[in-house]
């Protein structure tokens, strides 16, 4: 028991000394009251919830701070939301890679060309081509979704350390999932492909050993 309580000292000590004011907490509590106010960003807009009522939703940050009050939203969390969704929420690199798998199950739709009765397989070019797009693809949304992660995770922990416990912040984990669903997708049908290329060429070789 004495140990345990010794830990506990320590533990208290080191906690204080590392706050220049401890007394920010409060302080900060104190400002905040009883506010309540929820918001969640989005690629295109912010939603806030001041209440716990009905929800309220737009692209604009500025008409959001006009139906709010003071009171409700004392640390300017709609302007950190504002802040947070320009500097990086980002969604246009998934835009482009969205545009890029649409192209490659357009290509993806030709297969098997039947252009002659010897002609069984997808074409080696359109192939290689829909490998490429695939690929790039991929990369866009590996970069989009691990840059937002790590940086939303920081961001938010910054946030809720700067409020002293008066913020709470947290990250989607829907839109997590969503995003590396959507790679690790992208990444078997850039799997598919390769395997369908290689296999073509082992195919030709054979058919050529086999002339000669």
């Known amino acids: 028991m004495p140990l345990i309580e010794v830990r506990r000292i320590i533990r208290l000590r080191l906690t204080f000394e590392t706050q220049v004011d401890p007394e920010a907490a409060r302080a900060i509590g104190n400002i905040v009251a009883n506010a309540m106010l929820e918001a969640r960003v989005g690629y295109f807009g912010i939603c806030i919830n001041p209440d716990g009522g009905s929800w309220l939703c737009s692209g604009n940050a500025s008409s959001l701070a006009a139906q709010v009050s003071v009171d409700q939203d004392p640390l300017n969390l709609i302007w950190v939301s504002d802040t947070f969704r320009d500097s990086i929420v980002f969604p246009y690199l998934l835009i482009v890679a969205i545009l890029l798998a649409t192209i ?10 039947y252009n002659s009765e010897e002609e069984r397989m997808p074409s080696r070019f359109v192939s290689q081509i829909a490998l490429a797009i695939i690929f790039i ?7 989009s979704v ?7 995770i920081a961001a938010a922990t910054i946030a809720e350390n700067l409020g002293n416990g008066s913020i709470q912040t947290g990250v989607g984990v829907t839109a997590l999932v969503l995003g590396w669903f959507g790679f690790a997708l992208l990444i078997l049908v850039t799997i598919g492909l390769l395997v369908m290329i290689l296999s073509r060429n082992l195919v030709d070789k054979q058919i050529v050993d086999d002339d000669e």
Do not use: C, D, E, K
């Open 104 to 113: 490659v199950l357009v290509m993806l739709a030709t297969f098997p060309t």
């Open 137 to 143: 693809s991929a990369i866009f949304v590996l970069v």
């Open 146 to 152: 691990l840059w937002q992660h790590t940086a939303s």
